[in-house]
């Protein structure tokens, strides 16, 4: 499967273009057929690494669905270029509100993006986990 963007870097920002939305279909078809998400400093209950395009899709399908209280009103990433021209490293801004909060702006994650055949092969997401553990548990 094969995308319709030009280079690498087109390939990534269509990539987080989408995020928004939260589309897993959409995510996962910019993946290649045994792409690899992994998420290095891993949240308990969260995997460390997801293998091949259906599995992550399946992840991030179950994962958005559950944040229906987010309402994130657009991400800005800033992607910066390697000396590979096939891996990227992006830092995400996420505007967004959380229920009974103020809309505010947070750096997100810091993502390693590799791109090869116009498909992304690698998805490495550095999170702020520390934020993540302090919204779940504010939502016990």
Do not use: C
Not at 4 to 28: K, Y
Not at 46 to 51: G, H, S, T
Not at 61 to 82: C, D, F, K, Q
Not at 90 to 111: I, K, W
């Amino acid at each position: 499967m094969s995308t319709s963007v030009a280079t690498p870097r087109d390939l990534v920002e269509q990539l987080f273009r989408g995020l928004p939305s939260r589309d897993a279909d959409g995510f996962a078809k910019l993946m290649a057929d045994d792409a690899v998400f992994e998420m290095p400093f891993r949240v308990p209950g969260m995997p460390a690494r997801l293998e091949g395009r259906d599995q992550i899709r399946e992840y991030l399908a179950n994962r958005w669905t559950g944040m229906s209280g987010l309402e994130v009103h657009g991400i800005t990433p800033h992607i910066y270029e390697t000396t590979d021209p096939g891996v990227f490293v992006v830092e995400n801004d996420v505007d967004m509100t959380r229920p009974g909060q103020e809309r505010r702006s947070v750096r997100s994650s810091v993502n390693v993006v590799h791109v090869r055949n116009g498909q992304v092969t690698l998805f490495r997401d550095y999170m702020d986990t520390a934020r993540l553990l302090s919204l779940a548990l504010s939502q016990l």
